[in-house]
């Protein structure tokens, strides 16, 4: 079956712009969580999405958001890019907490 | 403070030998605890999960073990391959009645030479 599809791959962005990252879940996943990870501070935690309603997130400013559609699929959006948002960010999505947890590839983010 | 602490950083190992990674955590409440791999540029691939009242569980040449006495846990590779080479990730899950969230270590950067 197919995994944790998150697009685009890479994005190269100018500081200032905004973006938005795509993930779609696998099939009957309706959990999906939105993870940054950098060199510097490895994986971190965004937030996580539940059937449409956001139910954790990080320590993130207000220019790290997201939502969730009825299809479970996930976008995150950053507004006002800085240099340090660089990072490979990561999409999970899993059915149960027992079941674990299945990551996409990422989007790797240069902001330039 | 809830954290996840890995050890060794880094660790590199001839192609055949055994290696032990190290996970020492502080998230209460404790749900689960999972290892992944991580290959450069890639999203981290499950290894294994285990309860509170698991101890062991193996995936091939993966085994870890869990002491939630001690909040510690291993992840043992056996017969290391050069495909092994790849960061390994702890992972904690602080779940209590609703989904919760994950805390990462830093992860072992484990390098298998031929």
């Known amino acids: 079956k197919a995994g944790v599809t998150q697009t685009p791959r890479y994005l190269i962005k100018t500081r200032g712009q905004q973006v938005t990252l795509s993930c779609s879940p696998i099939?009957?996943?309706?959990?999906v969580s939105w993870y940054q990870q950098t060199p510097g501070q490895g994986l971190q935690f965004l937030f996580e999405?539940?059937?449409?309603?956001?139910?954790n997130k990080g320590n993130f400013p207000g220019r790290f958001s997201g939502r969730q559609f009825s299809n479970s699929r996930s976008e995150m959006n950053v507004s006002t890019l800085e240099l340090g948002d660089s990072a490979l960010y990561l999409c999970?999505?899993?059915?149960?907490?027992?079941?674990?947890?299945?990551f996409g590839s990422g989007t790797r983010l240069t902001v330039v | 403070k809830n954290q996840v602490e890995q050890s060794p950083q880094s660790l590199i190992i001839l192609e055949g030998k055994n290696c032990t990674l190290q996970?020492?955590?502080?998230?209460?409440?404790?749900?689960?605890l999972r290892w992944y791999k991580q290959d450069t540029g890639r999203g981290p691939v499950s290894l294994t999960i285990?309860?509170?009242?698991?101890n062991t569980k193996s995936n091939g040449r993966y085994t870890a073990t869990l002491d939630a006495d001690t909040k510690q846990s291993s992840l043992h590779i056996t017969a290391s391959q050069l495909s092994d080479s790849a960061s390994y990730i702890c992972?904690?899950?602080?779940?209590?009645?609703?989904?919760?969230?994950?805390?990462f270590g830093r992860g072992t950067q484990l390098t298998v030479w031929p």
């Open positions: 999970a999505s899993n059915y149960s907490e027992n079941y674990g947890y299945t």
């Open positions: 099939s009957g996943h309706r959990s």
């Open positions: 999405y539940f059937s449409e309603t956001q139910r």
């Open positions: 996970c020492n955590y502080t998230v209460s409440p404790f749900s689960n």
């Open positions: 285990m309860t509170f009242s698991e």
């Open positions: 992972v904690v899950n602080d779940r209590g009645s609703t989904l919760g969230r994950l805390y």
